[in-house]
Structures are given as C-alpha cells and as structure tokens.
C-alpha cells in the first residue's frame, strides 16, 4: 500500500518558468511533510518542509502548498533554472506511537529544466 | 555543523559473499539513524532505523541486518549477498519527526 504517490514520473519545463511538482498521501495521521531533492549517485537533499497547521512555505525559489481535504501537496519553483534538474522525493511522517521516527517517500519525479 | 558519511562508495560483489557497509555521523549527539535502499528505478525503502546504541528496528525482512555498536555509528550487513541486494544505500540522520539528513550514499553491484 504505497501511502505517500507521485503519480507523474517525470516533468519537463523550460528555463524561467515554473516547475510544479505534486504528490498525493493516503494516511490522514501524516502531519509533516518534506521534499527532497536527488541528483544521480548522491543522497538526497532537504529542500523544504512544511507542518500541517500551516498551508504554505515558502524559502526562496521554493514554495510548497498544503492542501489537507485534498491530501494534497505540491512543490513550486519558480523561475526554474537548469541546476534544478534532478529527482524530487515527497516525505511524509506522523507524529503518533512509534511513527514519528520515519519519514515515508513517494517513487519521486524526475525533473528536468531545458535551457 | 553535522556531518554523515558513508563508505564505500562503490562496491561491487560476488553473490555469496558478506557484506559491511559503514555510517558514522559528526556533530550531534544521541541521532536517529536510519539505512535506506533504493533499488533502479524506485523510490526510497527504509529498511532500519535505530533510535540508541544497540536498539534496531527492521522495516522489510530480508538478507539484511543492522548494528549500532556506538552512538554515532551504524551498520548494514548481511552474511551471504543475493543478486536482489544491488541497489544505492543511503544512511540518514535525523530526530523525532525532523528533517532526515542524508549520507552521500553507497552504490552496490552484486554480480
């Protein structure tokens, strides 16, 4: 049962514009959610979080959006640049029982930023 | 600052024979740790996590063990690797529903 879903495997957009990113969870006891960032044969990088009290983040470039109805989260960039090529892996956690010690990922989506 | 690392890079290995992968972590004290694996293609799968010195808990039973013989140090093993055991390994650091940082990872090919 794949709780955390990135259902677009990959995205392409063009410098300057906006890349959005989406991702979808299952378990309504997840209340922290993250998004990493992972170029080929190195660890994954923190990008941004965001706790469910809030709906919005944002940290530069970096936006992400909450939506609890919905189950819904989505990362933005904007502008998009080149260097933003990568995997983005969506995470999520719950802060109930012994389940606030793990993060779990979506499959990620490939993002690549044409020049 | 923190700081993880993780050795070998690469590993390449007969079928058959063990394995030892390394994670130290620098600059916190008392961390959760944590042992991925992402396999060609996949997502991240979280396979051990430890939350003190000789306490582990195994996410997907498999070919694989984990030891946590200090507070900044954890270990993936297994006594006989299976072709299925390739895959990119990654160590995390991290606390109770924080940010999960993670190593530079371990790429292991068993042939």
């Known amino acids: 049962d794949q709780q955390v879903k990135q259902n677009s495997p990959s995205l392409s957009v063009q410098e300057g514009r906006i890349s959005i990113l989406n991702c979808d969870y299952t378990n309504s006891m997840f209340d922290y959610f993250l998004w990493y960032k992972k170029y080929p044969a190195e660890g994954p990088t923190f990008l941004i979080s965001?706790?469910?009290?809030?709906d919005k983040n944002e940290d530069g470039r970096f936006t992400v959006f909450l939506n609890k109805s919905a189950k819904h989260l989505s990362l933005h960039i904007v502008p998009s640049q080149p260097g933003d090529s990568a995997v983005y892996f969506c995470?999520?956690?719950?802060?109930?029982?012994?389940?606030?010690?793990?993060?779990?990922f979506g499959k990620g989506t490939l993002l690549t930023v044409n020049p | 600052s923190q700081t993880i690392h993780q050795w070998p890079a690469t590993l390449v290995q007969p079928v058959g024979s063990p394995l030892s992968l390394e994670c130290t972590v620098e600059?916190?004290?008392?961390?959760?740790l944590y042992w991925y694996r992402q396999a060609a293609g996949r997502g991240l799968q979280l396979l051990f996590y430890?939350?003190?010195?000789?306490?582990i808990s195994s996410e997907v039973p498999q070919n694989l063990s984990a030891s946590r013989p200090q507070d900044r140090q954890f270990i993936l093993s297994s006594k006989k690797l299976l072709l299925s055991d390739s895959g990119f390994y990654l160590c995390a650091w991290g606390r109770i529903q924080e940010t999960q940082y993670f190593g530079p990872g371990t790429r292991l090919l068993v042939l």
């Open positions: 600059g916190t004290s008392n961390p959760n």
């Open positions: 430890s939350v003190g010195i000789g306490q």
């Open positions: 965001i706790s469910s009290i809030k």
């Open positions: 995470a999520a956690s719950s802060n109930s029982g012994g389940s606030n010690y793990k993060l779990t």
